[in-house]
């Protein structure tokens, strides 16, 4: 008899029998496994020179070096193709673990609990547990409202190094989230401050979008409120502080459907008005919109939305507001006739191309 399919949505995380982790990506998911995004790799499979990638707890024997882009895609795709799933709609096949291939499920909310019902280990996990009880007695939300992603679900955290990577469940509750931290970084002489309260943020970094620049950038990623700077008293450790909205568990369906074909038809450039931004928050980022222009050859009267599997690109445009999108362009093909098209951002060609922001800003 056939197992019943596990419980799973954006951001669990599954191990494989290697010690690859990957977590769930968003919530369309064929019957036999989930879709996946690769994030770490034992250094017992993988290597490489980049100091950024390295993870290792201050006890942990062993090493972990995490994916960046689309290397963990490429990674799994040349050394462990057993770990992709066939994906109808777009007949072909994505990576992702099927259920019978699951060594280990991890769920931030769970892993969230642990940390903060005990004793602080160490200095990370006790600004963990401050910054919990600080935004519960300012605001109706729990710690059920939260869970952890990163090197804190999975234990090889570094007390001196690591960030706190946090979820948010559901889109009810979100916006009281956004007000309780624009109140935190208001404060004067306060532990928390918008990370993208000025370019600063983005430092030495190698700039890499194509029609996205790094002003743009750090103005639509200030409004979103969700990533801060925790600076301790001696101003020489700063801890960024994230919080990735997931959808909550009466929120969620599955929304693969396999009768749908999705095919892509070439590349676009438009601009649009965002007619509904509900599913801005989420995996992938969903914004309904009215075209109002596009450009080049490829032409099409019924775009609906777009849809992005850029992080960068998550709660990006407001309802109402017009905005300029660059990326694939897809038929969406219904079994009721119903076709529409779509534009479409994520990993692939021309990844640094795509951009999606808003036209006017203040």
């Given amino acids: 008899m056939t197992a019943p399919k596990l419980k799973l949505r954006d951001r669990d995380a599954i191990v494989t ?22 994030e770490y790799a ?6 490489t020179s980049d100091p950024k990638a390295y993870r290792k707890g201050k006890n942990q024997k062993t090493a972990y070096y995490k994916f960046y882009f689309d290397e963990g895609l490429r990674f799994i795709r040349k050394n462990y193709p057993q770990y992709t799933v066939f994906y109808k709609p777009l007949r072909k096949r994505m990576v992702g673990v099927k259920q019978a291939d699951i060594e280990e499920v991890r769920k931030p909310e769970t892993r969230i609990k642990q940390l903060t019902t005990s004793p602080p280990k160490d200095v990370l996990i006790e600004k963990l547990q401050q910054l919990i009880a600080t935004l519960k007695t300012r605001t109706n939300l729990t710690v059920d409202d939260f869970g952890v992603f990163g090197s804190l679900l999975h234990g090889f955290h570094h007390p001196r190094f690591s960030d706190i990577d946090l979820i948010f469940y559901g889109k009810e509750k979100l916006e009281t989230l956004r007000q309780a931290l624009q109140s935190l970084y208001g404060e004067k ?6 990370e993208f309260e000025n370019e600063k943020a983005i430092g030495e970094k190698r700039w890499q979008f194509r029609n ?3 002003e743009e950038f ?46 892509r038809e070439g590349w676009i450039k438009a601009t649009a008005r965002v007619i509904d931004d509900a599913d801005a928050p989420s995996m992938p980022a969903i914004y309904r919109i009215e075209p109002l222009k596009v450009e080049g050859k490829v032409k099409a009267d ?5 849809l992005s599997y850029v992080e960068e690109f998550r709660m990006q445009a407001e309802k109402d507001e017009t905005v300029y999108v660059e990326g694939n362009l897809e038929k969406v093909t219904t079994k009721d006739g119903n076709d529409f098209h779509q534009i479409t951002l994520s990993h692939g060609p021309r990844y640094f191309e795509q951009t999606l922001k808003v036209k006017t800003r203040d």
């Fill in 212 to 214: 996205y620049s790094p």
């Fill in 17 to 38: 029998n290697e010690g690859i982790i990957l977590r769930v990506y968003g919530y369309a998911h064929p019957p036999e496994g989930f879709v996946c995004d690769p």
């Fill in 189 to 194: 002489n306060g532990f928390l401050s918008n």
């Fill in 302 to 306: 019924n775009i609906r939305r777009i």
């Fill in 218 to 263: 750090v103005w639509h990623q200030r409004r979103k409120l969700v990533y801060g700077l925790w600076k301790n008293e001696t101003g020489k450790r700063v801890v960024k502080v994230e919080f990735e909205p997931v959808k909550g568990w009466k929120e969620i369906r599955n929304e693969y459907d396999e009768h749908l074909r999705i095919t």
């Fill in 42 to 47: 034992p250094e017992s499979v993988r290597k």
